[in-house]
């Protein structure tokens, strides 16, 4: 049973680019949420997916955005990368309606430079 | 907005020692509740998890959890730590019709053989 798998493991940008982040849930998982974990502090909701479309959105501007594909894998999009933007993205999988258990992945450490 | 606190930053335990880690929530209304840790090198692992019921949870590895409501607090117990449970610690709540999860800042344990 594969878990959540995220990639790339690490990824170094500088000021002003723009990353992709990839995630793949669960297996038997249909919705998806990113979190940003900064170093020494817990993660922080970015947002949610579900049937494709964003349900529900943290306190993040828009250069944080995102997509759900039709096979429930998602992409984070971040533009115009800041240094505060360097933390570890985590992507978090459940089943909608089912459980509010949430399953993570190992994460996508961004260093923006 | 909700808010998780976790009391301590830093715990350091000797082997056979007991441990227990607070964690209160500001939010009125149903909740559900969880423990996660965070191994080194490691991926965020659900401990365990509160949605209703018997306020006393046990989850993996030998911890249980206590849910006081009347005290918005759910504080995580061990009473014999082992060298292996040395971990980032994270407690975490949603709203009970919400997959939003709020981290508090986690609580670093080291256990000393």
């Known amino acids: 049973d594969a878990g959540v798998t995220q990639s790339p493991t690490h990824l170094i940008k500088t000021r002003g680019q723009q990353v992709t982040l990839r995630c793949s849930p669960k297996?038997?998982?249909?919705?998806v949420s990113w979190y940003q974990q900064a170093l020494g502090q817990g993660p922080q909701f970015i947002f949610q997916?579900?049937?494709?479309?964003?349900?529900q959105r943290g306190n993040f501007p828009d250069r944080f955005s995102g997509h759900q594909f039709p096979n429930y894998s998602s992409e984070l999009n971040v533009n115009a990368l800041l240094l505060g933007d360097s933390a570890l993205y985590l992507c978090?999988?459940?089943?909608?309606?089912?459980?509010?258990?949430?399953?993570f992945g190992p994460g996508t450490r961004l260093t923006v430079t | 907005a909700q808010s998780v606190s976790q009391h301590n930053h830093h715990v350091i335990l000797s082997e056979a020692a007991s441990l227990e880690l607070g964690c209160n929530y500001s939010?009125?209304?149903?909740?559900?509740l969880f423990w996660y840790v965070q191994y080194p090198g490691q991926h965020l692992q659900l401990l365990l998890k509160?949605?209703?019921?018997?306020?006393l949870v046990k989850g993996i590895k030998g911890f249980e959890a206590e849910f006081i409501k009347s005290k918005f607090s759910f504080n995580l117990r061990k009473p014999s730590v082992q060298w292996s449970d040395t971990a980032e610690y994270f407690c975490?709540?949603?709203?009970?019709?919400?997959?939003?999860?709020?981290f508090g800042a986690g609580t670093t344990v080291t256990v000393r053989a």
């Open positions: 978090a999988s459940n089943s909608f309606g089912f459980t509010y258990e949430q399953y």
């Open positions: 297996s038997g998982h249909d919705t």
């Open positions: 997916y579900y049937e494709e479309e964003e349900r």
């Open positions: 939010y009125g209304g149903t909740v559900n």
């Open positions: 509160y949605f209703s019921g018997d306020p």
């Open positions: 975490a709540v949603n709203p009970g019709n919400d997959y939003k999860l709020s």
